[in-house]
C-alpha cells in the first residue's frame, strides 16, 4: 500500500526481497556502514534469524519518483527489546507501572548490530532533510494507526541526527569501545601508545597464545570457505550458550552459511590453528569489513586457552587492519576487557520519540540529565585509559 506525497510515493514493504537488490544497494553501497546492505538485511530474513517468530518483523518503507527508489528506511515492528544491545528495559518497566502498552514498538536498526551507522538511505542529490520528514511524518501516521508506542532508531549515523532531533525526536546518549588508528604503521606503534605496564601484559598475553603452540591466520575474500563459516556458526553458537539467556542466539547457521555465496567479499575470519595443521581450525573470531573500517562481531573456541579471545578479537585485528590501513575497528558489544586493551569509550546515540503524551513528558525532562550521567561515564572511563601520561 502505497501513500502518495505530492510526486512521492511512500510505500511499506514486509520482505526486503520486494524491492530489487540495485534499486537499494544504489542507497546503501555509498555509506559507511555495510550493515544496511541489500544482501545483509536479506540474509537476515532469509536465514529465519530477523523473523517475526523471533520478535523481528520487518516493515521497511520506501520512497519512490517515477519508479525509482530515492529513499529507504529498514525497519521492524518488535514485541520484546531483546537483540538491540540499547537497553531500554526502564522505559518498558515505568511504562506498565503508568499502565501503557509499550509493546509493539518500531525500530530502526540493523537487527543484533550494535555498531553506529543507522541511517535513512537517500540518493545522492535528493534534499535529506525534507525526504527525512516527510518519511517521519509517515512513520507517525503508520505508528499511531496501530497503537505503538513508539519509534526508536538506535546507533544512528551522526550525520543524520540532527535531521530527526529537528522533526522532535529525542537524544539519547550511550557508548561503545572504538579502536581508530592514530597513523600507525605497525602493531609496535600501537604498542608505544601505552604505558610500560600495559605494553609488558599484551606482550605477555600475546606470547602466552605462541606458547600454547598456536597459529593465527588471517582468512578474507575468496580464503573464506562455506565451511570456515559453517565453524564460525559453531563457535557463536558455543559462546552464546556459555553465557546463557544473556548469549541469546539469534542468528541461524543459514545466515553464515548464505554469507559464503553473498557476502564473501566483506567477511574477515580471524582463525588460530595448531602449528602444523590448518584443517580444524581450535578458535575463531568473525569480522565484517567495509573499505576503512572493521567490524569485530562474534567469537569461539574449542578450548580454554589462555589469552587466546584477547589474541583472536582485539591484537590479531588490530595488527591487520594497521597492515590494511584501516582506520577505525568496533569490535562489537561489551567493554569489559576493551579498555585495558586501547579502545576508548566512544559516544554513539539512539533517537525516541514516544506517543504517549506522558512518556513523551518524562523523555522530555529527564533525557538531558541521563545524558550527563552517562557522559561523566565515558569521562571516567577515558580518563583510566593504560596510556602513556
Known amino acids: 500500500m502505497g501513500e502518495g506525497t505530492g510526486s512521492l510515493v511512500l510505500q511499506w514493504v514486509d520482505r526486503i526481497e520486494q524491492i530489487p537488490q540495485g534499486a537499494w544497494d544504489a542507497l546503501a553501497l555509498p555509506l559507511a556502514t555495510p550493515f544496511l546492505e541489500?544482501?545483509?538485511?536479506?540474509?537476515?530474513?532469509?536465514?529465519?534469524?530477523?523473523?517475526?517468530?523471533?520478535?523481528?518483523?520487518?516493515?521497511?518503507?520506501?520512497?519512490?519518483?517515477?519508479?525509482t527508489?530515492?529513499?529507504?528506511?529498514?525497519?521492524?515492528?518488535?514485541?520484546?527489546?531483546?537483540?538491540?544491545?540499547?537497553?531500554?528495559?526502564?522505559?518498558?518497566?515505568?511504562?506498565?507501572?503508568?499502565?501503557?502498552?509499550?509493546?509493539?514498538?518500531?525500530?530502526?536498526?540493523?537487527?543484533?548490530?550494535?555498531?553506529?551507522?543507522?541511517?535513512?538511505?537517500?540518493a545522492p542529490g535528493e534534499d535529506e532533510?525534507?525526504?527525512?520528514?516527510?518519511?517521519?511524518?509517515?512513520?507517525?501516521?503508520?505508528?499511531?494507526?496501530?497503537?505503538?508506542?513508539?519509534?526508536?532508531?538506535?546507533f544512528v549515523d551522526p550525520d543524520w541526527q540532527p535531521l530527526v532531533e529537528a522533526c522532535g525526536y529525542r537524544a539519547w546518549l550511550h557508548h561503545s569501545y572504538v579502536w581508530q588508528n592514530r597513523n600507525y604503521t605497525t602493531f609496535d606503534d600501537y604498542l608505544g601508545a601505552f604505558n610500560a605496564n600495559q605494553r609488558r601484559n599484551i606482550k605477555r598475553e600475546r606470547k602466552a597464545v605462541s606458547q600454547a603452540g598456536l597459529e593465527m591466520v588471517v582468512h578474507r575474500g575468496e580464503d573464506v570457505s562455506r565451511t570456515l563459516l559453517s565453524r564460525m556458526y559453531h563457535f557463536y553458537g558455543d559462546t552464546c550458550d556459555k553465557f546463557g539467556w544473556w548469549g541469546s542466539k539469534y542468528l541461524t547457521k543459514a545466515f553464515f552459511e548464505q554469507l559464503h555465496r553473498d557476502f564473501q567479499q566483506r567477511v574477515v575470519l580471524v582463525t588460530a590453528y595448531r602449528e602444523g595443521d590448518r584443517t580444524q581450525p581450535i578458535g575463531m573470531s568473525f569480522c565484517i569489513r567495509k573499505a576503512e573500517n572493521l567490524y569485530g562481531r562474534y567469537w569461539g573456541s574449542l578450548e580454554e586457552i589462555d589469552c587466546l579471545h584477547f589474541e583472536a578479537c582485539y591484537y590479531q585485528p588490530i595488527d591487520w587492519a594497521i597492515s590494511e590501513r584501516i582506520?577505525?575497528?568496533?569490535?562489537?558489544?561489551?567493554?569489559?576487557?576493551?579498555?585495558?586493551?586501547?579502545?576508548?569509550?566512544?559516544?554513539?546515540?539512539?533517537?525516541?520519540r514516544f506517543y504517549a503524551p506522558r512518556l513523551s513528558q518524562i523523555l522530555d525532562h529527564y533525557i538531558a540529565e541521563i545524558n550527563q550521567q552517562e557522559q561523566a561515564i565515558i569521562d571516567e572511563v577515558n580518563q583510566d585509559l593504560p596510556f602513556k601520561a
Not at 536465514?47 to 519512490?64: C, E, F, K, M, Y
Not at 494507526?145 to 519509534?151: E, K, L, M, Q, R
Open 129 to 154: 532533510a525534507s525526504l527525512t520528514a516527510a518519511m517521519l511524518a509517515e512513520i507517525d501516521r503508520f505508528a499511531q494507526a496501530n497503537h505503538f508506542s513508539g519509534c526508536n532508531f538506535l
Open 69 to 122: 527508489l530515492i529513499a529507504a528506511a529498514p525497519l521492524y515492528i518488535k514485541g520484546h527489546s531483546q537483540g538491540e544491545f540499547v537497553f531500554d528495559h526502564q522505559w518498558a518497566d515505568l511504562s506498565q507501572r503508568l499502565g501503557i502498552r509499550y509493546y509493539p514498538k518500531l525500530l530502526g536498526m540493523t537487527p543484533f548490530t550494535p555498531a553506529q551507522g543507522y541511517r535513512f538511505l537517500i
Open 38 to 67: 541489500w544482501h545483509w538485511l536479506r540474509n537476515l530474513e532469509n536465514s529465519g534469524s530477523a523473523i517475526p517468530q523471533a520478535g523481528w518483523l520487518p516493515r521497511h518503507l520506501t520512497v519512490w519518483r517515477q519508479g
Open 327 to 352: 582506520q577505525m575497528f568496533d569490535p562489537g558489544a561489551g567493554g569489559r576487557h576493551k579498555k585495558r586493551r586501547g579502545f576508548p569509550a566512544t559516544p554513539n546515540y539512539s533517537l525516541h
